[in-house]
């Protein structure tokens, strides 16, 4: 595929993977060293002519006369279309792709950056704004590391997670390609690379044979499975027990402990029953968990467990013997979760309530 042809395919073609812009490159005489230098210097949003050796003294005259449309293409793959900046230092982007979809990254405080995976998801978590709108297509190799590209562009990154738009696990081909470039040219430490998942079996065999190994964060949300499942509709069904114990593999062989996600759901999954089986469940293992206060998605019909009651189980459980945070969700003051700017930009919210109390929550 040549520089000039790659956004040309449009309709069902595949997603632009980096092997494409490889391609490109190649297609100009370029050598691995090249490609390697090019590509590191993109995905760090550096000038191409940093360092010391001059380009003309080392770099093909092809590759370096077409350098220019090359990166102004590859700049292309995620467009600032808009920013809305939190009052804790957060920031929403709405990014436009090369065929006319949105996405959105949000740029976290201490230099992380949070980014999609796919425009839209499958999974239909009923407290998403995403999942409700269903999956469009897969995003590329090449559009997973240029939202982080661009947001190089606006501030220092040192820290990426794929908690974003969309499921990883459903999109593990562009993701790990997408990993392994960052923990290499990107310069991200491997650590500092998190994947989110809802789960599948499929995740954790894969990324423990990767290049690159990140850290995991599993949305768990609920220990009873029936919850679970009306919770995460479309998710893998995999019993709570077994997701953990599958993380618990894959923290031990890599070093990175697991992060368990659980957003808190006020009346839903916030009682004395859940923080039992929580305790049952992660004491003990090399993990820790992640309380997270709600962003509320108009229409959902949930609301966000209110603070006092969530510090008192964040201190109960970690009282237990689980080690426990509450975060403060980024960015709550510009409805940062995932899909709510690019769901407003293009149409207004629908209701829909779906009612989970049935299934046995507080």
């Not at 790659?6 to 391609?23: K, N, S």
């Amino acid at each position: 595929m040549t520089s000039a042809t790659l956004h040309e395919a449009g309709g069902d073609a595949p997603p632009l993977q980096l092997q494409a812009l490889r391609e490109q490159m190649r297609a100009l005489g370029a050598g691995p060293t090249h490609r390697h230098r090019v590509l590191r210097l993109w995905s760090q949003a550096r000038p191409q002519d940093s360092g010391r050796r001059r380009l003309q003294d080392f770099m093909p005259a092809r590759l370096r006369e077409a350098l220019p449309a090359l990166l102004a293409q590859w700049q292309a793959l995620a467009a600032l279309q808009a920013t809305h900046p939190g009052a804790d230092g957060s920031a929403r982007l709405l990014i436009g792709l090369h065929d006319a979809q949105t996405i959105e990254s949000v740029l976290l405080p201490k230099g992380g950056l949070c980014v999609s995976t796919q425009v839209g998801c499958a999974v239909g978590c009923v407290f998403c704004m995403t999942g409700r709108g269903g999956l469009t297509r897969q995003l590329g190799s090449a559009e997973i590391v240029a939202q982080v590209a661009l947001a190089r562009t606006l501030r220092p990154v040192n820290k990426v997670v794929f908690m974003g738009m969309g499921e990883p696990a459903h999109n593990l081909d562009n993701v790990i390609e997408a990993i392994e470039l960052l923990g290499d040219e990107g310069g991200v430490a491997h650590k500092k690379l998190v994947v989110s998942t809802v789960g599948d079996t499929r995740v954790f065999d894969r990324l423990l044979r990767a290049r690159v190994r990140p850290a995991l964060a599993l949305s768990l949300h609920s220990t009873d499975p029936q919850r679970r499942a009306a919770l995460l509709p479309r998710a893998a069904r995999i019993e709570p027990r077994e997701l953990v114990e599958l993380g618990e593999r894959y923290a031990r062989a890599t070093g990175h402990p697991i992060q368990y996600q659980w957003t808190l759901l006020d009346g839903v999954n916030d009682g004395q029953d859940e923080c039992a089986a929580i305790v049952a469940l992660l004491r003990g293992k090399f993990a820790m968990l992640n309380l997270i206060p709600y962003n509320t998605v108009e229409g959902a019909g949930f609301a966000r467990t209110p603070a006092t009651r969530a510090h008192a189980m964040a201190r109960w459980l970690h009282a237990q013997g689980v080690l426990t945070t509450l975060r403060q969700s980024a960015g709550q003051d510009v409805d940062a979760g995932c899909g709510q700017l690019r769901s407003r930009s293009s149409h207004p919210p629908a209701t829909r309530v779906v009612e989970i109390r049935s299934l046995g929550g507080v």
